[in-house]
């Protein structure tokens, strides 16, 4: 069998009264497990923030951009490579590049062209039907193959030859969040991009209820003859301690970058560079639901890292009864504990007892589990010594 590289990053984060991640009523998102109700936060949620929070981590020509949008945005960058073309041409230049190069319609939305054929102004500027994906560097390269055919660029793409080039540009130069989360583009499968990283929907590892606010806001211009409030709200919010996991595969991520790389281009820099923004970021990055009104900046109370040459593996099993405060309050000890109890069986039950373990915990309510694995003083030196320990292992396999 061949030996595989894979990244499991667990976490375990305590986080206050907040509503982090809505579901159609506003009501925090739950879910039934063990039988019993538990706060959830779905994986697209914190996927989301893990991909915000690349913008304080890496440089933007490693990321992508994700918006139907996507004409307007390379027609910013073919015309700031040829400024003698004017921007309504641009737009019609880039929407024939993005329809080549990934065989999606790239027109104006049909109710604003309409709208705006009836009342006779300036068409919409074309959209894709759905959010498409692409790197920095992919933009960087169709805007410089659709000035070269700015001329005639219908005819452009009748030769075969530019064409390919088209689709080529498309599918190689993958951003790290393309790599790591993945691409789909419905009308041309084969530039379709796997995701690299897997995010579990987080859950509390108790029972959770939700429960509702009640409040009021005051009109500042109120006289003493208009007594009580402006308007009167509820919001709805629950507390949670919370598991949370997510598996990268690196040897897909390493495929992933590798497109667009020199043949004697070593993968191991590019990865490492991914693999530490994801550990940073998905550890340090919050969904931004109503936390301009609970304020409810938190960050991990216990993480687990573990580099496997297997396959992925969660502990949420471990919460399968939930566990419950003892007379002291508090949920973070009694899940530490589950979790000592739990992994050194599942490993060695299935005989993945191996595994390379590093450990960052935070008071003596983690104290447990600093015996699962090599202690880590920080996340800044946990992130490097992941980062290197994958490194490693793409070198020594060549």
């Known amino acids: 069998m061949t030996s595989r590289i894979i990244l499991d990053v667990h976490a375990l984060q305590n986080v206050p009264p907040s509503n982090l991640n809505r579901d159609d009523t506003g009501a ?3 879910a039934v497990y063990g039988g019993t109700p538990r706060a959830r936060v779905s994986s697209q949620a914190w996927k989301r923030a893990t991909r915000r929070y690349f913008a304080d981590l890496l440089d933007p020509a490693e990321l992508g951009v994700r918006t139907k949008r996507v004409a307007e945005l390379l027609a910013e960058h073919i015309t700031a490579l040829d400024p003698s073309i004017k921007p309504a041409q641009a737009l019609k230049i880039a929407a024939e590049t993005l329809q080549t190069a990934t065989g999606s319609k790239i027109e104006p939305p049909k109710r604003q062209a309409e709208a ?3 009342n006779g102004t300036d068409e919409p500027a074309p959209t894709s039907s759905y959010l498409m994906f692409l790197s920095t560097r992919q933009l960087s390269g169709l805007a410089e193959l659709a000035v070269e055919g700015a001329a005639d660029i219908k005819e452009f793409f009748k030769d075969k030859d530019h064409k390919a080039r088209a689709k080529q540009l498309a599918d190689t130069h993958h951003s790290i969040d393309i790599a ?3 691409r789909m ?4 499968s084969d530039i379709n991009v796997d995701a690299a990283a897997q995010v579990a929907h987080a859950l509390s590892v108790h029972r959770a209820e939700v429960e509702s606010d009640y409040f009021t806001a005051v009109d500042d211009r109120n006289t003493e003859a208009e007594p009580g409030a402006g308007m009167i709200g509820t919001v709805d919010f629950n507390s949670a301690t ?3 996991y997510a598996a990268v595969d690196v040897d897909l991520l390493e495929r992933n970058l590798g497109k667009g790389l020199a043949a004697d281009a070593s993968p191991a820099t590019p990865v490492r560079r991914a693999v530490e923004a994801f550990i940073d970021g998905f550890v340090a990055s919050l969904p931004t639901g ?3 009104t609970f304020g409810n900046h938190t960050l991990p109370d216990a993480l687990i890292i573990k580099l496997r040459a297997a396959r992925p593996i969660s502990f949420v099993s471990a919460f399968e009864k939930p566990v419950t405060a003892d007379e002291s309050g508090g949920h973070m000890e009694g899940a530490c504990a589950r979790l ?5 069986e599942i490993e060695r039950a299935y005989g993945d007892d191996s595994a390379a373990t590093w450990v960052l915990r935070i008071g003596p309510a983690t104290t447990k589990i600093g015996g699962l694995g090599t202690e880590v003083p920080s996340l800044k030196r946990l992130v490097e010594t992941v980062g290197a320990a994958v490194a490693e292992r793409l070198e020594q396999r060549g």
């Open 28 to 30: 925090p998102k739950s």
């Open 116 to 118: 705006a054929k009836k």
């Open 180 to 182: 790591l989360f993945g």
């Open 185 to 188: 583009v419905a009308d041309s």
């Open 242 to 244: 919370l598991y949370r």
């Open 290 to 292: 109503k936390i301009n």
């Open 340 to 344: 000592a109890d739990y992994i050194p």
